[in-house]
T-cell receptor, first 113, second 115 residues
Framework: DTGVSQNPRHKITKRGQNVTFRCDPISEHNRLYWYRQTLGQGPEFLTY????????KSRLLSDRFSAERPKGSFSTLEIQRTEQGDSAMYLC???????????FGPGTRLTVT | DQQVKQNSPSLSVQEGRISILNCDYT??????FLWYKKYPAEGPTFLIS?????DKNEDGRFTVFLNKSAKHLSLHIVPSQPGDSAVYFCAASARTQGGSEKLVFGKGTKLTVNP
């Protein structure tokens, strides 16, 4: 399967713990996006990379959130000191610079207890 | 404020009939629009898109219409099939200075196609 993959698919953590999610984009895609989706809402943009450079961050991305794409391939999203409000589906998407289309992975569902 | 609005949370149609899903937007800077389909426990799947320089794009059973003056677009599915039952998201994008083309999504419309 050559689509976008995300790991883990589900994560349950206690409030205050740190969590890290991984996204592997489609191999030839140089753009990688993170979105968050809560119940009854559409996905909301968090941040975006072109190759290894993080070029845009949403105001939704508080100081507790950090994302990296060290070699321009896979990306990680870390949430420090998790809060119950962080419970959501975290979606990763990839694309190429000349196209608007973004292709999404299956998501990581985070539950903070 | 919500820049992309899908005012119908749900829609139910009979198999073989037409499904029409609607979407309105407020930001005149949007120049590209996309529709995604989402099944439970899966990520959104790209369906069809349209550039603001066009008013119609067709791909098999799926057609998207864009009315720029009304800031309105619609997705037509003909004929509807039970496998089309899913949540449909409208998304829009604008070429910002940073060129990210981040997508702004509506809240989705749940389509149910009854056999």
């Amino acid at each position: 399967d050559t689509g976008v993959s995300q790991n883990p698919r589900h994560k349950i953590t206690k409030r205050g713990q740190n969590v890290t999610f991984r996204c592997d984009p489609i191999s030839e895609h140089n753009r990688l996006y993170w979105y968050r989706q809560t119940l009854g809402q559409g996905p909301e943009f968090l941040t975006y990379f072109q190759n290894e450079a993080q070029l845009e961050k949403s105001r939704l991305l508080s100081d507790r959130f950090s994302a990296e794409r060290p070699k321009g391939s896979f990306s990680t999203l870390e949430i420090q000191r998790t809060e119950q409000g962080d419970s959501a589906m975290y979606l990763c998407a990839s694309g190429i610079a000349v196209s608007y289309e973004q292709y999404f992975g299956p998501g990581t569902r985070l539950t903070v207890t | 404020d919500q820049q992309v609005k899908q005012n119908s949370p749900s829609l139910s149609v009979q198999e073989g009939r037409i499904s029409i899903l609607n979407c309105d937007y407020t930001n005149s800077m949007f120049d590209y629009f996309l529709w995604y389909k989402k099944y439970p426990a899966e990520g959104p799947t790209f369906l069809i898109s349209i550039s603001s320089i066009k008013d119609k794009n067709e791909d098999g059973r799926f057609t998207v219409f864009l009315n720029k003056s009304a800031k309105h677009l619609s997705l037509h599915i003909v004929p509807s099939q039970p496998g089309d039952s899913a949540v449909y998201f409208c998304a829009a994008s604008a070429r910002t200075q940073g060129g990210s083309e981040k997508l702004v999504f509506g809240k989705g419309t749940k389509l149910t196609v009854n056999p």
